[in-house]
């Protein structure tokens, strides 16, 4: 692989640029190599932020989602790097590998377990903020997007262009596409068409010896790799081709809270028998959390049942009332809408100008933990009573699960078709997740969610207990910080997130990164480690 030359006169701008840090610090052999590398000092000063350089917290926290991960005592990265070329990227790897570094990639920052900007041991981040292109081909129904774009960039993007296409990914508008590509991404348009990652035709790769490859040149066991496979384990995804989907001009978006006192278990337990079945233009989900009860002073749970129908309301409420007599559906609980801005009605966002898709800050941020399951078998009415009962302790003030319908497309895609396994089968999805204000309690939140786990485990998959890799869960083990990890310890929490393809991702990972530069927690391991 060859790297950028470089000439003596940078070097020496760069020495003076970087306020003596460089030669001081032990780490500064680094700086070094990567200054040389970029070479033109203003763009140095834009590409490269040390712990000194008074922009180091705005650039670090800009996208820090999870503020679990942005206290004080969260290990710090040594640099955070905004790459502006391709050629940044290849010499922060470079640079990153020469001078005893871990690289955590970061796209959207929306890692549960903030993995993409924390590490125990000395790193750097290499963020993507700056490629964020999102190129539209309506004429041929794909677009280029880069991984450092937002999906509601990307949602954004295609609207802005035509109401007739549409892309099949997750909810949350602030998500970025390199993070969320990378481990599957399902949102209301997954019953239709299958998870995002089921749409990728091709990318923009850089590995751990800097070679820029794209699915010809990778070939297609990496190319089926990085499409699900996990973030910062493969390689740099720079952008995704991805082939859009249909969309029809008008959608339908329904609410209807029903708490405890008015059957809520109950109707929930119907809709476990129900919902997968629906025709595929229909995705439902069921949010459920604490909310007021009518009775001054005490609180009950809530289920809300929420949907999205392709198609208008007049035909929408005939289906429910045929298949789904039980919720009560009726025109006043419908908005039709655009399918992009049914985006922000289920980020619960105001129906505004879908401009507000643009805005990375749109959305409150908080300390959170989440956890996942997949669901095979309804669940009994007792089972739910005590799960919904959980949601009445204190700490779960803040917690929600996002019940999310299967069925549908995800049901006639092959297990083995990308790494994430979880398809035909699962009636639905579970998302857990809890949240607190004051980082000191941290501990009792995090209890009640293990908790609520460990009662959930009788009714969930198992053998493996399945888990969605997109929400990491660091409680189902990790990698050693140091050292080799195992194939056997690796398998503990790879079997739950990729099932019989774990096996081929560590094939894969041991072909392209033997070294295993590109890690994190939860990384796929090599077959053997240096
Ligand atoms: P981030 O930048 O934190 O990266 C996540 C992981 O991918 C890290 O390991 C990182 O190193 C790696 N990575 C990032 N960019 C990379 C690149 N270019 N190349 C290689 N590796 C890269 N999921 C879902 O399926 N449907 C949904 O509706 C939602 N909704 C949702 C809402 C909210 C509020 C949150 C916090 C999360 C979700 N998710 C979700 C989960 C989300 O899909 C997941 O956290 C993604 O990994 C986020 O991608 P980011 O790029 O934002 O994360």
Same mark, same amino acid.
């Given at each position: 692989m060859k790297f950028l030359q470089f000439s003596v006169l940078p070097f020496l701008i760069v020495i003076l640029s970087l306020d003596g840090e460089t030669l001081a610090h032990p780490y500064g052999g680094f700086l070094h190599c990567l200054s040389l590398r970029i070479s033109n000092s203003s763009t140095i000063s834009k590409v490269i932020y040390t712990q000194n350089n008074p922009s180091y917290a705005s650039v670090l926290n800009a996208s820090i989602q999870n503020t679990r991960f942005s206290t004080p005592t969260t290990p710090k990265p040594y640099a955070i790097i905004t790459p502006r070329k391709t050629s940044h990227v290849q010499s922060t790897i470079y640079c990153s590998k020469n001078h005893g570094f871990q690289l955590r990639i970061r796209s959207g920052g929306h890692d549960v377990e903030g993995v993409s900007y924390v590490s125990q041991v000395p790193f750097v981040i290499l963020d993507l903020v700056n490629f964020r292109a999102v190129k539209v081909d309506t004429k041929n129904e794909v677009v280029w997007v880069q991984s450092g774009a937002t999906t509601g960039e990307l949602y954004y993007g295609i609207a802005s262009k035509t109401q007739m296409l549409g892309f099949p990914a997750g909810i949350c508008h602030t998500i970025g596409i390199g993070g969320h590509l990378s481990g599957g991404g399902f949102g209301i348009l997954g019953r239709k068409y299958g998870l995002a990652a089921d749409h990728i035709i091709d990318a923009k790769l850089i590995d751990a010896n800097g070679r820029i490859l794209n699915r010809k040149s990778m070939g297609e066991d990496l190319f089926w790799a990085i499409r699900g496979g996990?973030? #910062?384990? $493969?390689? &740099? &995804?720079l952008a995704w081709k991805i082939k859009l989907v249909p969309v029809p001009p008008v959608v339908t978006v329904f609410t209807v809270n029903k708490n405890l006192e008015q059957n809520a278990t109950k109707i929930f337990h119907r809709w476990q028998y129900i919902a997968h079945k629906l025709p595929s233009d229909l995705f439902t989900a069921v949010w459920i959390m604490k909310v007021n009860s009518s009775q001054v002073g005490k609180k009950t749970v809530q289920a809300g049942f929420r949907g999205m129908f392709l198609g208008g309301v007049d035909e929408l409420i005939p289906l429910i009332q045929q298949e789904f007599p039980e919720l009560g559906l009726a025109k006043e609980n419908c908005t039709q809408m655009s399918w992009v801005q049914s985006i922000l009605y289920f980020g619960g966002? +105001? =129906?505004? +100008? &879908? *401009? =507000?898709?643009? #805005?990375?800050?749109a959305l409150p941020r908080s300390s959170l933990k989440a956890k996942t399951d997949f669901v095979k078998e309804p669940m009994p009415e007792t089972g739910i009573e005590g799960f919904m009962n959980m $949601?009445? !302790? *204190? !700490?779960?003030? $803040?917690a929600i699960t996002m019940i999310e319908a299967f069925g549908g497309k995800m049901d006639e895609i092959q297990e083995n078709e990308l790494p994430y396994p979880h398809r035909a089968g699962i009636l639905f999805e579970s998302t857990y997740i809890v949240q607190w204000t004051n980082e000191e309690d941290a501990g009792t939140y995090i209890n009640w969610i293990r908790r609520l786990y460990s009662y959930m485990a009788s009714y969930v998959s198992k053998s493996p207990r399945e888990a969605y890799? #997109?929400?990491?869960?660091l409680d189902l083990g990790t990698n050693n910080v140091n050292g080799y990890t195992s194939y056997e310890q690796a398998s503990v929490w790879g079997l739950k997130y990729f099932k019989n393809n774990f096996k081929r991702l560590v094939q894969i990972k041991t072909m392209i990164d033997p070294m295993n530069f590109f890690r994190n927690k939860q990384s796929v391991p090599p077959l053997w480690s240096p």
């Amino acid at each position: 692989m060859k790297f950028l030359q470089f000439s003596v006169l940078p070097f020496l701008i760069v020495i003076l640029s970087l306020d003596g840090e460089t030669l001081a610090h032990p780490y500064g052999g680094f700086l070094h190599c990567l200054s040389l590398r970029i070479s033109n000092s203003s763009t140095i000063s834009k590409v490269i932020y040390t712990q000194n350089n008074p922009s180091y917290a705005s650039v670090l926290n800009a996208s820090i989602q999870n503020t679990r991960f942005s206290t004080p005592t969260t290990p710090k990265p040594y640099a955070i790097i905004t790459p502006r070329k391709t050629s940044h990227v290849q010499s922060t790897i470079y640079c990153s590998k020469n001078h005893g570094f871990q690289l955590r990639i970061r796209s959207g920052g929306h890692d549960v377990e903030g993995v993409s900007y924390v590490s125990q041991v000395p790193f750097v981040i290499l963020d993507l903020v700056n490629f964020r292109a999102v190129k539209v081909d309506t004429k041929n129904e794909v677009v280029w997007v880069q991984s450092g774009a937002t999906t509601g960039e990307l949602y954004y993007g295609i609207a802005s262009k035509t109401q007739m296409l549409g892309f099949p990914a997750g909810i949350c508008h602030t998500i970025g596409i390199g993070g969320h590509l990378s481990g599957g991404g399902f949102g209301i348009l997954g019953r239709k068409y299958g998870l995002a990652a089921d749409h990728i035709i091709d990318a923009k790769l850089i590995d751990a010896n800097g070679r820029i490859l794209n699915r010809k040149s990778m070939g297609e066991d990496l190319f089926w790799a990085i499409r699900g496979g996990g973030g #910062n384990t $493969f390689g &740099v &995804v720079l952008a995704w081709k991805i082939k859009l989907v249909p969309v029809p001009p008008v959608v339908t978006v329904f609410t209807v809270n029903k708490n405890l006192e008015q059957n809520a278990t109950k109707i929930f337990h119907r809709w476990q028998y129900i919902a997968h079945k629906l025709p595929s233009d229909l995705f439902t989900a069921v949010w459920i959390m604490k909310v007021n009860s009518s009775q001054v002073g005490k609180k009950t749970v809530q289920a809300g049942f929420r949907g999205m129908f392709l198609g208008g309301v007049d035909e929408l409420i005939p289906l429910i009332q045929q298949e789904f007599p039980e919720l009560g559906l009726a025109k006043e609980n419908c908005t039709q809408m655009s399918w992009v801005q049914s985006i922000l009605y289920f980020g619960g966002l +105001p =129906i505004q +100008p &879908v *401009e =507000i898709l643009l #805005n990375r800050n749109a959305l409150p941020r908080s300390s959170l933990k989440a956890k996942t399951d997949f669901v095979k078998e309804p669940m009994p009415e007792t089972g739910i009573e005590g799960f919904m009962n959980m $949601f009445l !302790e *204190e !700490e779960a003030d $803040f917690a929600i699960t996002m019940i999310e319908a299967f069925g549908g497309k995800m049901d006639e895609i092959q297990e083995n078709e990308l790494p994430y396994p979880h398809r035909a089968g699962i009636l639905f999805e579970s998302t857990y997740i809890v949240q607190w204000t004051n980082e000191e309690d941290a501990g009792t939140y995090i209890n009640w969610i293990r908790r609520l786990y460990s009662y959930m485990a009788s009714y969930v998959s198992k053998s493996p207990r399945e888990a969605y890799y #997109n929400y990491k869960d660091l409680d189902l083990g990790t990698n050693n910080v140091n050292g080799y990890t195992s194939y056997e310890q690796a398998s503990v929490w790879g079997l739950k997130y990729f099932k019989n393809n774990f096996k081929r991702l560590v094939q894969i990972k041991t072909m392209i990164d033997p070294m295993n530069f590109f890690r994190n927690k939860q990384s796929v391991p090599p077959l053997w480690s240096p």
